[in-house]
């Protein structure tokens, strides 16, 4: 069905930002409700963003006023701006597309 491809995590210093990028394919982007989440070692996966097909666009708690998510259309893709990171931000952070989820893509916040 859907297939999910996660980039643009990385190494990053506290204060800094990061814009990670979901790109799907297999199915017709349009009906795709998406979303980013993230884990940390030892903790539950957890809300970070979605957006549905809808236009609607919910944040979760833990990074709220840190975060923008956005979709683009015409190249399938889904965008998670993330701002002001601290070592606390440092997980893997996962694209979904309704119930399929990507390998996710590692974030470190480290100096």
């Known amino acids: 069905q859907v297939r999910l491809a996660e980039s643009g995590g990385g190494l990053v210093q506290p204060g800094g930002s990061l814009i990670l990028s979901c790109t799907a394919s297999g199915v017709d982007f349009a009906i795709l409700n998406m979303g980013w989440y993230r884990q940390a070692p030892g903790k539950q996966r957890e809300l970070v963003a979605t957006?549905?097909?809808?236009?609607?666009?919910t944040y979760g708690d833990s990074m709220a006023g840190r975060v923008t998510i956005s979709r683009e259309i015409n190249v399938n893709a889904v965008y998670l701006q993330l701002d002001r990171l601290t070592p606390e931000d440092t997980a893997v952070y996962y694209c979904?597309?309704?119930?399929?989820w990507g390998q996710g893509t590692q974030v470190t916040v480290s100096s």
């Open positions: 979904r597309a309704n119930t399929v």
């Open positions: 957006i549905t097909r809808s236009r609607d666009i």
